[in-house]
């Protein structure tokens, strides 16, 4: 690490003990923000630790509609997001509104958000999932017909694990949009022996190609395994940055320099070191909407 980041670390975590503050990172976070966090963690993890942390500051190292979690999970705490602008695409792809629209089509069905969704969309489902438990989650239900939003090929790969009717909006993460099949042909042509593991935000004709699809903690564990000496990482490239740290002695390769989401990459340490000394930008979700959103929350939590 440079002189310079070393001091932005160093200023970073003396204000964070002064402030109470816990960092919470994603898998897909830069390096030298997953070294600083004090948990780094998929989507299910990160909710869980914002759910029991006893800090009275959560820096949320991710994209919007995670610190939007944690402030729905944690309303007393200061939840604060380094760039209000890191949002996520495919969360932005349906409104409160097209799921109400939806849900008239289809009295009766159970809804099924992934997190990857706004705190309102949240409000009008009934249970979350995230990639790690959407096929407990849908099990769950006593329902037999689903809808499954955002994610379009989230809810395909999950529909083929379970006998429930499944209907799914049509968004997609535009960063796995860009593993296809070629891809995966290519890589298997270069790197014959290596594993292939894709997360399930990808299309389905990729996954069927893929030696498995796990969300990014799930991914961690399959690089765990004995016979995992070479693999073909199929998803975006900041978690390879936790692949070589626990596993020197095993070869990642990255399935396509083009998996990265620029969102994640909007937080730097200078935005984590700005925010805790403005504290801001602050996120917040208001009462009513809250409300209604936790138990969709609360729902899957309780299951996991
Ligand atoms: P997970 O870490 O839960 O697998 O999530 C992937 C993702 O795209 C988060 O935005
Ligand atoms: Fe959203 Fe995809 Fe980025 Fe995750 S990787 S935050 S799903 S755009």
């Not at 980041?5 to 003396?14: G, H, P, S, Y």
């Not at 963690?41 to 919007?64: M, P, R, W, Y």
């Not at 320099?257 to 340490?269: D, S, W």
Request: proline share 5%.
């Amino acid at each position: 690490m440079e002189t310079g980041q070393t001091k932005i670390v160093e200023k970073i975590l003396a204000l964070k003990r002064a402030r109470n503050a816990v960092i919470l990172a994603h898998n897909y976070q830069l390096g030298e923000i997953q070294d600083i966090g004090d948990f780094v963690g998929d989507s299910l993890e990160l909710s869980q630790q914002a759910a029991k942390t006893d800090a009275d500051v959560i820096v949320f190292c991710g994209v919007h509609f995670m610190a939007e979690t944690a402030a729905i999970l944690s309303p007393q705490k200061t939840v604060l997001l380094p760039d209000a602008h890191a949002g996520c695409p495919m969360a932005d792809m349906i409104t409160a509104d097209q799921l109400r629209a939806m849900k008239r089509e289809h009295p009766g069905a159970a809804v099924v958000c992934y997190v990857n969704s706004s705190a309102e969309v949240k409000a009008e489902s009934d249970i979350c999932c995230t990639s790690a438990n959407s096929v407990n989650v849908v099990e769950s239900l006593k329902e037999e017909e689903v809808l499954f939003v955002p994610d379009q090929y989230l809810g395909m790969n999950t529909a083929r694990q379970t006998a429930k009717k499944m209907i799914f909006w049509p968004g997609y993460c535009p960063t796995h949009a860009r593993i296809t099949p070629a891809t995966i042909e290519r890589m298997r042509g270069e790197f014959p022996s290596a594993k292939v593991v894709v997360h399930p935000e990808c299309r389905p004709d990729v996954v069927a190609l893929a030696d498995g699809a796990f969300s990014t903690s799930g991914i961690l564990r399959y690089a765990s395994r004995e016979d995992t000496r070479q693999m073909i990482v199929g998803t975006e490239l900041g978690i390879i940055h936790r692949l070589r740290k626990e596993h020197p002695d095993k070869q990642f390769i990255p399935i396509s320099e083009q998996a990265v989401c620029p969102h994640m990459k909007m937080i730097t340490l200078e935005k984590v070191l700005w925010t805790l000394e403005e504290m801001s930008p602050q996120i917040t979700v208001s009462e009513p909407i809250r409300e209604q959103a936790i138990s969709a929350i609360e729902r899957m939590l309780a299951l996991s």
